[in-house]
């Protein structure tokens, strides 16, 4: 593997991020399973450094606006697992799906907005390979109380 950064790596160098390593799963399962051209990556807490940086519901401990930081640490985490599964990242020829999860409070519906933290970045990462379909759903609770999770499909050469 070169050590030479990925366009990837070099967009999301721009906005000051950088491809962490893939988090360790926290149950029975694998971060990212390979099938064919397939690249299924699952579902990605907003861990940073092992901690998680908030807990509970959006609408109610935790802000909207937090929660949008948190599902962009989630695509972030995606693209670390997505990294550790296929080396090269300029190798994604497609981000093709997005779902986002968000455990909100019984008053709240602004998960597409969350959301919006997890695609706005994959899109810059990615350019136009990082235009994807999406799901937003709001449910009761997610692991560990998270209030974000994002999974990530992708297609690779």
């Given at each position: 593997?070169?050590?030479?950064?990925?366009?990837?790596?070099?967009?999301?160098?721009?906005?000051?991020?950088?491809?962490?390593?893939?988090?360790?799963?926290?149950?029975?399962y694998q971060?990212?399973?390979?099938?064919?051209?397939?690249?299924?990556?699952?579902?990605?807490?907003?861990?940073i450094d092992?901690?998680?940086?908030?807990?509970?519901?959006?609408?109610?401990?935790?802000?909207?606006?937090?929660?949008?930081?948190?599902?962009?640490?989630?695509?972030?985490?995606?693209?670390?697992?997505?990294?550790?599964?296929?080396?090269?990242?300029?190798?994604?020829?497609?981000?093709?799906?997005?779902?986002?999860?968000?455990?909100?409070?019984?008053?709240?519906?602004?998960?597409?907005?969350?959301?919006?933290?997890?695609?706005?970045?994959?899109?810059?990462?990615?350019?136009?390979?990082?235009?994807?379909?999406?799901?937003?759903?709001?449910?009761?609770?997610?692991?560990?109380?998270?209030?974000?999770?994002?999974?990530?499909?992708?297609?690779?050469?």
């Amino acid at each position: 593997m070169s050590n030479t950064p990925s366009a990837v790596e070099t967009r999301l160098a721009e906005l000051g991020w950088e491809v962490p390593d893939v988090v360790p799963p926290v149950a029975a399962y694998q971060p990212a399973v390979i099938a064919d051209s397939v690249v299924y990556i699952s579902g990605q807490l907003p861990f940073i450094d092992g901690e998680l940086p908030a807990q509970g519901k959006v609408g109610a401990e935790v802000s909207p606006e937090k929660a949008y930081e948190l599902a962009r640490r989630c695509a972030l985490n995606c693209i670390g697992a997505l990294k550790h599964a296929v080396g090269d990242l300029d190798s994604v020829t497609r981000i093709v799906k997005i779902g986002g999860f968000v455990a909100s409070s019984p008053d709240f519906t602004g998960q597409p907005t969350v959301l919006n933290g997890a695609s706005e970045l994959i899109g810059h990462a990615f350019g136009d390979a990082g235009l994807h379909a999406r799901s937003a759903v709001g449910v009761a609770v997610l692991p560990l109380d998270t209030p974000v999770e994002v999974d990530l499909i992708a297609h690779v050469r």
